[in-house]
């Protein structure tokens, strides 16, 4: 490549990156993945220099405490790059999948769900404006032991040659078998693998920036319909037990649920008497998971003027404040928007041993901007799916998942609606939209039994509450909760 190649290829690259910077329609993440010796350092050293770095990022990830702290897919999850950004992975996951199994720490069995979970990630971040570029560094064995003598005998590259380096060439084989299953099982129409032999730094530099400079430019592929599963099918997003629903649930079953508000209200001195001995039981709960480093994530949906806010209030004033976070979901903010829609519920899971409370959760996609038409049919449709493979991983890693949904009937509502617009300290929490919201009842209520229907699990079960008498209502939020903690303290 001759100098003059070079600054057209390199300014061609560099104008392609600021004009997608600039419509801000997709994102770009680039894997960069392959055996020892191929060059990958000097390749991304080289793509960083020639790309716009300051919206560009670099990652080798190895797991930091705070990581290993979280699910497994959280470390990449905050990591993904805004529409109108690059990332650049080195080995990502692909690098942690690959190793664990070349190195037995995984078996067979494990080695494939976790190229379908591969698969599942990259679908999601497709259907989110997200390109995916793969490309699998290959070399030779005999190149690479050859390689790896000429840097280690050369005193100026001596240091890029460690014990690591040739324990990868002593695994040569293994790598290569299950480089190529690999590759096999998660190459697909929208993140597809590009092979390139490893010749010198500047060929292989010469395809990448290629194929980089294809996916700035062109628009985003969007996965075939066989690439996700349809929303009919999500209530069995993976294999295993803990995401097949026990049985059908509809919004009206909270009328009949464990706890409901059927029969007279609870006297007041009643309540504070359970009140206090729910709290007291949850407090200590909540020690035993912090000791057990067991995270709990809890999710709050249900009607306007369900209680909500009163059920987390009585939940929180049992816990200690050090170690949970209540956080208040709103319309997404600029900086959201340019992400994927999960980015900002990824982005505050929960340590192990802490909790994290949402006031509206990423049901959101299904509800609201399903009835208002914030999303598109096809986009609410395919988040049933992606909300169980969610809530799967935080199974996978030992989370509790607790889920309530506070119903309340069209006449309560109204009283309440009514209670709040004459009461002076309360008439801010009453709004247009919540008016506007009682107006298409019906168009919510089918919208919930959908919901309720497609992400109703044994592993993350929906917990239906009647809040026509909100003490017993509260109640049974703290009840529940309590069962949900003492069940998952009760498995080694």
């Keep these: 490549m001759t100098g003059l190649d070079e600054k057209a290829r390199r300014y061609a690259l560099l104008k392609a990156q600021l004009e997608m910077a600039q419509r801000e329609d997709k994102a770009v993440i680039l894997v960069v993945a392959g055996h020892a010796a191929t060059h990958k350092s000097v390749l991304v050293n080289q793509l960083n220099h020639w790309l716009e770095n300051r919206q560009t990022e670099v990652h080798a990830l190895a797991p930091s405490e705070e990581d290993r702290l979280r699910p497994y897919w959280w470390r990449y999850w905050r990591r993904v790059p805004a529409r109108g950004r690059v990332g650049v992975f080195v080995h990502g996951w692909y690098g942690d999948v690959l190793y664990a199994r070349v190195e037995q720490r995984i078996q067979a069995g494990a080695f494939t769900d976790r190229l379908d979970e591969i698969n ?5 971040l ?3 404006s997200v390109v995916v570029v793969k490309v699998w560094l290959d070399i030779g064995e005999a190149q690479q032991a050859a390689r790896l003598h000429h840097l280690q005998t050369d005193p100026a590259y001596a240091w890029q040659v460690s014990d690591r380096h040739w324990q990868r060439h002593a695994q040569y084989a293994p790598i290569q078998q299950y480089a190529e299953r690999m590759r096999a099982a998660t190459h697909t129409a929208h993140a597809p693998w590009h092979c390139i032999a ?9 395809e990448i920036i290629a194929l980089l400079q294809d996916a700035l430019s062109q628009p985003a592929p969007v996965p075939a319909a066989s690439a996700g599963q349809s929303w009919q099918a999500a209530r069995n997003p993976v294999r295993s037990d803990n995401c097949l629903p026990p049985r059908r649930l509809a919004v ?3 009328g009949a649920s464990k706890g409901s508000a059927g029969g007279s209200k609870i006297p007041k001195k009643v309540y504070r008497q359970a009140l206090d001995e729910l709290q007291a039981r949850l407090a200590h709960n ?3 998971c912090l000791q057990r480093g067991i995270p709990v994530v809890l999710a709050f949906e249900g009607h306007d003027a369900a209680g909500k806010g009163g059920s987390i209030h009585r939940v929180t004033t049992a816990l200690d404040a050090r170690y949970y976070r209540v956080y208040s979901v709103a319309a997404p903010t600029d900086e959201e928007r340019l992400q994927p829609w999960l980015w900002r519920f990824w982005r505050r899971l929960p340590q192990d041993g802490r909790v994290a409370i949402f006031d509206r959760t ?10 208002e038409g914030f999303a598109r049919q096809s986009a609410w449709e395919r988040g049933f799916s992606e909300i169980c493979h969610f809530e799967h991983q935080l199974l996978l890693h030992g989370a509790i998942v607790g889920k309530f949904f506070l119903a309340i009937s069209k006449d309560e509502q109204l009283k309440r609606f009514n209670a709040r617009a004459n009461t002076p300290h309360k008439q801010h929490k009453l709004t247009d939209e919540d008016w506007r919201n009682r107006q ?3 168009d919510y209520q089918q919208a919930l039994d959908d919901m309720l229907s497609h992400t109703h699990t044994q592993g993350a079960p929906w917990q239906l509450i009647n809040t026509d008498d909100k003490r017993r209502a509260r109640l049974s939020v703290l009840n529940q909760l309590n069962d949900l903690l003492e069940i998952r303290l009760e498995t080694p």
Excluded at 120 to 124: M, Q
Excluded at 362 to 371: A, F, H, Q, T
């Design 120 to 124: 599942r990630f990259e679908t999601t």
């Design 252 to 254: 009206d079953d909270a």
């Design 362 to 371: 990423w049901y959101g996609r299904v509800l609201v901007e399903r009835v």
């Design 126 to 128: 497709a259907h989110d």
């Design 440 to 442: 298409r009842w019906n």
């Design 286 to 288: 909540h020690r035993r």
């Design 198 to 206: 490893s010749e010198t730094p500047s060929q292989q530099l010469n």
